[in-house]
């Protein structure tokens, strides 16, 4: 089966580190691009970010430069976003999702993971 | 980066048809994909490029563009279709590789 698979939900402090991951499987990781997507509590979609995991180029909305960063492990299919100081604002689902070239669109998704920043 | 402009809420009789529309300067340069999510799930992309669906997708969803609009039309609109509907494009400002949502039109089935 073609899927995403994210990591569970996390519950952090302020100032924490914090790494989440998405494993690809059923297709090849590698000849696909990989994005981020931050749904915070009642809101819309915002892009943050996109990675090739053949490569591992990588590409950041200027909104979340400098405030995120994605990776990927290939010899794993697996994508990473990682933050190194959480504030409460980070409090969020985050979608990782497959991107189809040409078009660029979103056709697969990840089920989600809600990272709750609290004191 | 550009904006997508979208109604935040619209309504459809059961069975009748329903258009949520999508404005932007990105719009001219490329296609709208469009993505419905229900309570509590993930986005499932309903429409991309000219008008396709993906495999799954009823053939009451179609998609539309002119100019610097994007629409999304369900013909026949049923009770399952109520969600929120989000629109998407790649930004056509700056020279980098960006991407842009609309704020999310939420759809009642009335």
């Known amino acids: 089966e073609v899927q995403l698979v994210q990591s569970g939900a996390e519950v952090k402090k302020p100032g924490e580190s914090l790494k989440i991951s998405c494993k690809g499987s059923?297709?090849?990781?590698?000849?696909?691009?990989i994005g981020w997507v931050r749904q915070m509590p009642g809101k819309g979609l915002e892009w943050m970010g996109i990675?090739?995991?053949?490569?591992?180029?990588?590409r950041y909305s200027p909104s979340f430069q400098g405030q995120v960063t994605i990776s990927a492990d290939k010899s794993i299919s697996t994508a990473y976003l990682q933050w190194s100081s959480l504030k409460a604002s980070d409090t969020a689902m985050y979608y990782c999702?497959?991107?189809?070239?040409?078009?660029?669109?979103?056709?697969?998704w990840g089920r989600g993971t809600l990272v709750t920043v609290s004191s | 980066s550009s904006e997508l402009t979208q109604d935040p809420a619209v309504s459809v009789a059961l069975g009748q048809t329903v258009r949520i529309t999508c404005q932007g300067d990105?719009?001219?340069?490329?296609?709208a994909s469009w993505y419905q999510q229900k309570p509590g799930q993930a986005p499932v992309l309903v429409i991309y490029?000219?008008?396709n669906r993906p495999s799954g997708i009823p053939d009451r969803f179609s998609g539309s563009s002119s100019g610097n609009t994007a629409s999304l039309t369900i013909t026949g609109a049923q009770a399952e279709d109520e969600a929120d509907y989000y629109c998407?494009?790649?930004?056509?400002?700056?020279?980098?590789?960006?991407?842009?949502f609309g704020g999310g039109t939420k759809l009642t089935v009335l």
């Open positions: 999702a497959r991107i189809r070239v040409p078009g660029w669109y979103f056709d697969l």
């Open positions: 059923g297709y090849s990781f590698t000849s696909y691009w």
């Open positions: 990675i090739y995991p053949g490569d591992s180029d990588t």
């Open positions: 990105s719009l001219r340069s490329y296609y």
């Open positions: 490029g000219k008008n």
């Open positions: 998407n494009s790649r930004d056509s400002s700056g020279n980098h590789l960006d991407w842009v």
